[in-house]
């Protein structure tokens, strides 16, 4: 009896470490600059690849050289600022824009060609913060009030996308651009749209 009842836990035992090593997790690390593409959305590959794009394209922008080297000589060499706008998602997906600007952004102030100002949710915890400076520090460290450097420029974009299907076949087309307007005049002083992304996705027919 004592055997049946040790052989029946011993195989119960085994049944649940099956059923564990059958439904379990399992991770690997991969190179961040590795291509992850499963599903045919927008992946990281297509945020590195556009941001890439759009980047190349500004700091090489010969209006943006020019702009710059008028402006400065005008304002004892100072650079132009540039505040982060909306970057539009007007496709059918759900894609983080914030991380294609934000790209931009840090490799233009890299490049120095332009400066930027904070903006958003930073600007408002940056206001709070000399805010409260106002009580609580002393008068000789606290940040001024009303000192801010107004922004002469806007960076905005969008992402856009579209879907062909038929039968088990189907196609997704990102197409991306940026923009940087001036926000006093609401001219444009560069605008540029990275090569369009195409992908083909065949799903496996379901045998009956």
């Known amino acids: 009896m004592k055997r049946n009842v040790l052989v029946l836990a011993v195989c119960l035992m085994a049944l649940v470490m099956m059923s564990c ?17 499963l599903t ?19 700091l090489a922008s010969s209006r943006i050289d020019t702009y710059i080297n008028d402006y400065s000589k005008k304002n004892g060499g100072e650079l132009p600022t540039v505040i982060v706008g909306r970057f539009r998602n007007a496709s059918s997906e759900r894609i983080d824009t914030s991380i294609i600007s934000g790209a931009m952004r840090t490799a233009i102030i890299n490049s120095g060609k332009l400066e930027f100002v904070e903006g958003g949710d930073m600007r408002e915890a940056l206001r709070e913060e000399r805010q409260d400076q106002q009580s609580n520090a002393s008068e000789a460290t606290a940040a001024a009030l009303a000192n801010e450097t107004g922004a002469n420029f ?26 940087i307007t001036n926000l006093e005049t609401n001219r444009v ?4 749209q990275a090569d369009p992304i195409v992908k083909m996705i065949v799903q496996a027919r379901h045998k009956l």
């Open 189 to 192: 002083l560069w605008e540029g």
């Open 154 to 179: 806007m960076l905005t974009g969008e992402v856009n996308s579209i879907v062909q299907k038929l039968d088990n076949q189907s196609t997704r087309t990102y197409y991306v651009k940026a923009t």
């Open 21 to 37: 090593a059958t439904t379990g997790t399992s991770v690997a690390r991969v190179d961040g600059g590795a291509a992850a593409d």
């Open 40 to 58: 045919g959305e927008w992946s990281s590959a297509d945020v590195q690849e556009v941001s890439n794009a759009l980047i190349a394209l500004a």
